[in-house]
């Protein structure tokens, strides 16, 4: 075993995000005093979610209904993947305005090969995602060798893919999919049976304990401060009872869509490569300040490059789910309200502008605020013109709340 220095030590007493977690009292404690400094965490867009929950329940009784509550689950899935995406390129400090129009490619390019060339439907999904990947790449390369801001690249992105998808299309302007085929199923028909929803949820929080253990006995093996087995215990008890006490809830109708656990699966897979890899700490790092990066080693070009192609990708993945959620690719696909939606999402999640700030899971709590608007405006049969307006105003709301905590952190001497 490595022993610690003295000063390891000591720097180590003096970082309050461990100390505090050792026990119960001073995780509550200590999420008080962070709160109070300006690091929010998910508490805003919690509490927003359950302000409009309250809103709209109150005004119509069908809001928290399980049925409506299962379509908005669905509903979210297709821009909740692109927004994943966007949390990667705004961790960097950077934008991509083209992920509609990357969507509504991909989605015409699937259509193409499967529907009108005959392609198998692997083949072909395979040939979509690849025009994600090659758009990032390229996206990336213009960036690093160029030095021509993200926001024009995609901006011009965003005109020219919408012009190829609408080429791709061809005269028709839409290509409807097989209602039988896989993707259609899986976007519309494809739901988890209601016992492998709790095991999977049982296996969700046992995973969730265990990988908390391992870190926890990895910093004990470094001689570092760790959670202790109490608080552990409880953070997985809550979880667990919160996640059966939803998947009961969604049961009582059609259940968890396969499509939303994919969306959740991605989420999760994301959140490890953010925190528990070197790629994901390098991101940080040059969303936090490029020059420190650079200085410290980080091949920041290849750091760009990869964010640009997983959001293209996602971007890719996020169009084809949409193609199957509607049965076809037309000239709407990845337009209208989709780029606005996508971006809003990672913000209204938690992700900072300023880059440095965020998580994989800003696109799932970003998304179901979002979503939940739509729903809750529509069932109160009110015009998609307001659902803009209050979309807009909550963006502007969670720019501002990360705006002033940046700044109650930097007074509090966090960052």
């Known amino acids: ?15 309050e995000a461990v100390r505090e977690q050792q026990d119960l009292r ?22 927003g979610l359950l302000i ?18 299962v379509n908005l689950l669905l509903q979210s899935a297709a821009v909740g993947v692109i927004s994943l ?12 305005l083209s992920v509609g129009s990357v969507s509504g490619l991909a989605a015409a390019v699937f259509a193409t090969l499967f529907v009108k060339e005959g392609w198998p439907l692997v083949f072909a999904v395979v040939g979509a995602v690849a025009v994600g990947v090659a758009i990032g790449w390229v996206y990336g390369q213009v960036f690093n060798r160029f030095g021509v801001p993200s926001f024009v690249i995609t901006l011009g992105g965003l005109l020219g893919f919408l012009g ?9 302007g839409t290509i409807n999919l097989p209602y039988d085929s896989w993707l259609v199923q899986f976007g519309q028909l494809s739901f988890v049976p209601a016992w492998l929803s709790y095991v999977l949820v049982v296996v969700a929080c046992g995973g969730f304990l265990v990988s908390q253990w391992l870190l926890a006995r990895e910093r004990h093996r470094r001689g570092l401060v760790a959670k202790s087995v109490q608080v552990m215990a409880v953070q997985a008890g809550v979880l667990l009872v919160a996640l059966l006490f939803a998947v ?45 990066a650079r200085r410290a080693g980080i091949n920041v070009r290849r750091i760009y490059t990869s964010v640009f192609v997983i959001c293209s990708t996602l971007a890719a993945v996020g169009g084809l789910l949409a193609a199957g959620r509607i049965a076809a690719a037309s000239q709407s696909s990845g337009t209208g309200d989709v780029n606005l939606n996508a971006i809003a999402a990672a913000v209204i ?7 440095g700030r965020g998580s994989a899971f800003s696109a799932l709590l970003g998304i179901l605020v979002i ?18 307006m209050v979309t807009g105003a909550v963006l502007v709301l969670a720019v501002m709340v990360d705006s002033l905590s940046r700044q109650s952190r930097t007074s509090h001497g966090r960052g």
């Open 248 to 292: 009961w809830y969604l049961n009582q109708s059609r259940g968890v869509g396969w499509m939303f656990v994919f969306f959740v699966s991605l989420v999760l897979v994301m959140h490890y490569a953010l925190t528990r890899t070197s790629w994901g700490r390098h991101v940080f790092a040059v969303g936090g300040s490029v020059e420190a």
């Open 371 to 388: 979503q939940s608007i739509s729903s809750g405006l529509i069932l109160l049969n009110l015009s998609s013109s307001l659902r803009f």
């Open 349 to 355: 999640g938690g992700t900072s502008l300023f880059g």
């Open 1 to 15: 075993m490595n022993e610690p220095s003295a000063t390891t030590i000591a720097r180590e007493l003096e970082d």
């Open 52 to 69: 409009i929950a309250v809103i709209f329940q109150s005004l119509n009784s069908n809001f928290l209904s399980s049925a409506n509550l």
């Open 85 to 96: 995406g966007i949390v990667c390129v705004l961790l960097v400090g950077q934008i991509d």
């Open 26 to 47: 001073g995780l509550l404690t200590g999420t008080w005093g962070r709160i109070r400094s300006g690091d929010l965490g998910a508490f805003p867009v919690l509490a």
């Open 164 to 172: 190829l998808q609408l080429f791709v299309l061809g005269p028709s």
